[in-house]
């Protein structure tokens, strides 16, 4: 049974689309958090929820809309995509980050291909 | 802010020799350290962890990593490596300062074990 999920493990699409990818966890976790990795595979944080609330909200274009519906599952929405938003995403979870240093549990990964 | 460094981008070691994969780190508080491992096309999984305590700290599959707090490192190594070994490995740092719980990723290291 997969602890972190993610779907669609891969998303090809065209410039102008909208996309979104599910993530959902089964470890009872409180935090979940989306990652995304460029193609020289550095890794950069996009967003953070803690218990349904968004905690950490980095830098990212506003075309990038998180949503979580309950504390295991959060979604990515991608409005007007560009070029630039080809990368591998990652979802994972933590226990609630405000009081214990966790380590974070990663799903498999959504590559998304813009063309 | 906290930041991590992995200098080498690709680590060359031999089957049965000790590896050692560098990273360092800066923070204003205390550091909280991690160590990930990435196969291909897959999420990344949690290696070990340093919060407090001993120096020395052991991971899954042999690894283990220390912890200087005067050279501001957090060196992994395993005495033997094997061919298995290879893949991405990330060092990531969570500063006990920060309110936003970010945790940051160095820029990864590819470790090639030949046989």
């Known amino acids: 049974d997969t602890a972190v999920s993610q779907t669609p493990k891969y998303l090809v699409t065209q410039m102008g689309n909208d996309k979104s990818i599910k993530c959902e966890q089964n470890?009872?976790?409180?935090?979940m958090y989306w990652y995304k990795q460029d193609s020289k595979k550095f890794l950069k944080i996009m967003f953070s929820y803690n218990n349904k609330e968004l905690i950490i909200n980095e830098t990212v274009p506003n075309r990038f809309s998180p949503k979580s519906p309950d504390k295991a599952h959060l979604n990515l929405h991608i409005n007007s995509l560009e070029l630039g938003d080809s990368a591998v995403y990652f979802c994972?979870?933590?226990?609630?980050?405000?009081?214990?240093?966790?380590?974070?549990?990663f799903g498999e990964g959504s590559r998304l291909t813009v063309l | 802010a906290q930041s991590v460094a992995q200098p080498e981008d690709q680590v060359n070691v031999a089957e049965g020799n000790p590896l050692t994969v560098k990273c360092t780190y800066s923070?204003?508080?205390?550091?909280?350290l991690f160590w990930y491992v990435q196969y291909p096309n897959r999420g990344l999984q949690f290696l070990l962890k340093?919060?407090?305590?001993?120096?020395l700290v052991k991971g899954s599959y042999g690894f283990e990593a220390e912890f200087n707090k005067s050279q501001t490192s957090f060196h992994l190594k395993k005495p033997s490596a094997l061919v298995s070994d290879s893949a991405l490995y990330f060092c990531?740092?969570?500063?006990?300062?920060?309110?936003?719980?970010?945790?940051?990723f160095g820029s990864g290291t590819r470790l090639l074990v030949r046989p």
């Open positions: 340093y919060i407090t305590g001993d120096n």
């Open positions: 994972a979870s933590s226990q609630a980050a405000s009081y214990f240093p966790g380590e974070l549990f």
């Open positions: 990531a740092v969570r500063d006990s300062a920060e309110s936003s719980y970010k945790l940051i």
């Open positions: 923070v204003s508080g205390n550091p909280y």
């Open positions: 470890l009872g976790h409180d935090t």
